[in-house]
């Protein structure tokens, strides 16, 4: 192997490494969430009791509010029927959302995908990663993102869509250059070389004031 080929298996294997490590923070912090609701549970109940032996049926109906409001925001935006899926999709979800960026996802994975969970992580984290970063341009109330995923036959289909502050982008050499400046784009490198090992196809589409993605992989 080339010094070359060493070179760029080494990068691959920290880039893999680096967004493994932050996916699981994300989804790491999803659950500590959850799991510090769960340990407050015994303390919410007697708050609770204790405005019902007072007879304050109103503050009663303001913590049971309260308490509606913070399940709401726990509770997983989307269910896809596949485990992995559903968790690398909420996990960026919730960082979209953090960063007051609308997310409307409408996904249904019923079967088991023959993508490994780095695949996975790889394309969907680095869609979601570029769609987050292309909306942070555009003030709040406009940023928003759409993800569609879904079994088509035989194949994955998923397609992201983000709205951008930039007019139509132009193409080198048959690719969309990236806007985040020399050095980078390694993750759009990234999706093309799975999707092609996976035997699938990918389409890139470039409107004024929109971004699109297109993926199809086949599943069996």
Known sequence: ???LAKLIDRRIGIYQRELIETHYTEVENMYRQM???RHDYRSHIQVMKAHAAAGDLEAVQAYLDKLDADLT???PAVRT???M??????SKISLA???EISVRADA???????????DLCVI????FDNAIEASMALPAPERLIRVYMEIKGAQLYISFTNLTAAGKRKKVSGRFATTKGEGHGFGLVRIDNIVERLGGYITRSSEEGAFSTEILIPVS
């Open 1 to 3: 192997m080339g010094l």
């Open 35 to 37: 799991r510090g609701w």
């Open 73 to 75: 925001a726990l509770d």
């Open 81 to 83: 029927g596949n485990a």
């Open 85 to 90: 899926v559903d968790a690398i999709l909420n």
């Open 97 to 99: 959302r953090s960063r």
């Open 108 to 118: 249904n994975i019923p079967v088991a995908l023959r993508l490994s969970e780095l």
């Open 124 to 127: 969907i984290g680095n869609l």
